[in-house]
């Protein structure tokens, strides 16, 4: 009956309204991110906590916290990805500065110049430091046939090494974030402060510097939480005495097929990190801390 | 503006130009390596041959491994622009209060450090089907690649001038029309943005796809990766070589693409 009725006379074809439509792109989103990454970030957490039968246990925690090469771990992890960001930051802030003020075919050279490494694979930019920075590498080679004494320097598979290689990888990331902020803040600006008097120092410290603030707050945390979540570098430039979290929950999963303590650690991990972005966020917002050069 | 030249500006600059070299020589340097006729790995060959070039294109392994990183990347693409998409029209155009908890929930694969997502991927192929792993391989890829995708395409999207899509509705646009004919057109640039940025993030996984990888399935990262750890030939920088080359390409297109699109009348 229902069928005759509609194709006798097809009622108007109802059109989907704005809202009808916002509600079937929010179900599309949320069920695609429950299925594929909350449920089972929530199964990790889950098994960082319970033991094989899915009794709650704080067993695998317990473990970790009382294994003493693992503190060892967590702070060297911390240690150096604080260190890269802060490398990242002294090396990049001048050049940042210098070139967020080309105009230009000069300022879109210069932007290819740093987009080709930062889009090029960070395993390929690692190699790229283990041919140079190996004891028969580029660096050696040229300060041995300089004369250089002490030649050839370890600079591989030690901290030195992970430094120097996370720094190149992440320099870009400090750079695009630096000559974004830079970027739009007004000359307008500094040259009022000239024209009532203050001196170049006085200027960049008292108005360019607090107004580059946000890029170095977001320049900053973007490297610390990747370098604190790093893997490639680390595993491939380090010694074992550089390993990082990332590299035991590998092994973990990888080796051992320890999902519990893996579990155990990526909730420790995740606390880390969280804390770092609850306090960044604080003063800076999310999403502004995501794309400040977008 | 008016520029002084003075002394401290000329320093800042050898010193801005002289970082950029510095960051550009260590990758030309992989040029001469690839080119290098030994079978191990030296940083200043004797002798330069197409040898390596030619085992790497030869042979199989390469290139299975760069075809099944082509099919991960691709479909992961595709996953994270089509939900960024979607992310980025609920974040612009929804009134709701869930917008926050939304944005929060899109952006958290970036936030999470990379091992997380890897082994969230690696748990939810215990879920799965056995053969599935290409498929997550892509799904793993696609998460890490969704919150840039959602914060391009969202940017885009804020660009557009409502009164635009406004005027097309009241001259009788019907919903789909108006998406085809005014939205997207105008989205473009984001959406290609988008998806140009998450195929590179899913080209260049490593830790979700070494979860999911077995005999068979290897991504060329996890080629590389094994290479570098195990082998070090010069192969590996007859792969860079190839992969930089094609970064330089898309960036001179994305480039030419760009400025065109700048100086195009609107």
């Known amino acids: 009956m229902a069928e005759v009725n509609t194709a006798a006379a097809p009622a108007p074809r109802k059109r989907l309204t704005a809202p009808d439509?916002?509600?079937?792109?929010?179900?599309?989103?949320?069920?695609?991110?429950?299925?594929?990454?909350?449920?089972?970030?929530?199964?990790?957490?889950?098994?960082?906590?319970?033991?094989?039968?899915?009794?709650?246990?704080?067993?695998?925690?317990?473990?970790?916290?009382?294994?003493?090469?693992?503190?060892?771990v967590i702070l060297q992890t911390a240690f150096t990805a604080a260190e890269v960001s802060l490398c990242c930051l002294i090396i990049g802030y001048p050049a940042a500065y210098y070139l967020s003020q080309l105009k230009g075919k000069m300022a879109t050279l210069t932007g290819i110049a740093i987009l080709f490494p930062f889009l090029t694979s960070s395993l390929v930019r690692t190699f790229v430091f283990m041919v140079i920075l190996?004891?028969?590498?580029?660096?050696?080679?040229l300060l041995k046939a300089l004369d250089i004494p002490g030649t050839p320097f370890k600079l591989l598979f030690n901290q030195a090494g992970v430094v120097i290689g996370m720094t190149y990888v992440l320099l870009p990331y400090m750079l695009l974030s630096l000559i974004g902020t830079m970027r739009k803040i007004d000359p307008v600006l500094l040259n009022a402060a000239r024209s009532l008097g203050a001196g170049p120092t006085t200027i960049f410290l008292t108005v360019y510097l607090p107004l580059s603030l946000p890029g170095v707050a977001a320049g900053t945390i973007i490297t610390t939480i990747l370098g604190f979540g790093y893997f490639v570098t680390p595993a491939l430039m380090g010694g074992p005495s550089e390993t990082m979290i990332a590299?035991?929950?590998?092994?973990?999963?990888?080796?051992?097929?320890?999902?519990?303590g893996a579990a155990a650690l990526s909730l420790i991990m995740l606390a880390i990190v969280l804390a770092v972005?609850?306090?960044?966020?604080?003063?800076?917002?999310?999403?502004?801390?995501?794309?400040?050069h977008g | 503006m008016k520029t002084r030249p003075s002394l401290s500006r000329s320093v800042l600059s050898v010193y801005a130009y002289g970082l950029i070299i510095l960051m550009l020589i260590p990758m030309a340097a992989l040029v001469p390596i690839s080119f290098g006729d030994s079978a191990t790995m030296s940083a200043l060959p004797e002798h330069y041959s197409l040898r390596w070039y030619r085992e790497v294109l030869g042979g199989s392994q390469w290139r299975e491994s760069f075809s099944w990183s082509l099919v991960t990347a691709g479909l992961a693409t595709l996953i994270s622009t089509a939900i960024g998409y979607l992310g980025a029209y609920l974040l612009v155009h929804s009134t709701s209060k869930m917008k926050g908890v939304l944005e929060i929930i899109l952006l958290m694969p970036v936030m999470v450090p990379t091992v997380i997502v890897a082994f969230s991927t690696?748990?939810?192929?215990?879920?799965?089907?056995?053969?599935?792993?290409?498929?997550?391989?892509?799904?793993?890829?696609?998460?890490?690649?969704?919150?840039?995708?959602?914060?391009?395409?969202?940017?885009?999207?804020?660009?557009i001038d409502v009164s635009i899509i406004r005027a097309a509705v009241s001259l009788g646009g019907q919903r789909h029309q108006v998406f085809l004919w005014i939205i997207l057109p105008m989205a473009r640039h984001g959406i290609l943005s988008a998806a140009a940025l998450s195929f590179l993030i899913a080209f260049d996984e490593l830790l979700v796809a070494v979860f999911l990888t077995k005999p068979g399935l290897e991504t060329l990262p996890v080629r590389i990766y094994d290479a570098v750890t195990y082998e070090l030939t010069p192969a590996i920088a007859v792969v860079s070589v190839f992969l930089m080359a094609l970064i330089a390409l898309a960036l001179i297109v994305g480039n030419c693409l760009k400025s065109r699109g700048t100086n195009a009348p609107h």
């Open chain 1, 247 to 260: 590299q035991l929950v590998e092994q973990r999963i990888v080796v051992m097929y320890d999902m519990h």
């Open chain 2, 122 to 159: 690696y748990i939810l192929s215990n879920w799965m089907p056995a053969d599935s792993n290409w498929l997550l391989i892509a799904v793993g890829q696609a998460l890490l690649g969704l919150p840039i995708a959602t914060l391009i395409i969202a940017a885009g999207l804020r660009d």
């Open chain 1, 277 to 292: 972005y609850a306090i960044a966020a604080r003063w800076l917002g999310l999403s502004r801390m995501m794309r400040p």
């Open chain 1, 134 to 141: 190996g004891r028969t590498g580029l660096l050696n080679s």
């Open chain 1, 21 to 72: 439509l916002q509600w079937l792109a929010l179900t599309v989103v949320v069920l695609f991110m429950l299925a594929t990454f909350i449920a089972p970030l929530l199964q990790v957490l889950f098994l960082g906590v319970t033991d094989d039968g899915g009794n709650f246990t704080f067993a695998p925690l317990k473990e970790l916290f009382q294994n003493g090469s693992l503190r060892h």
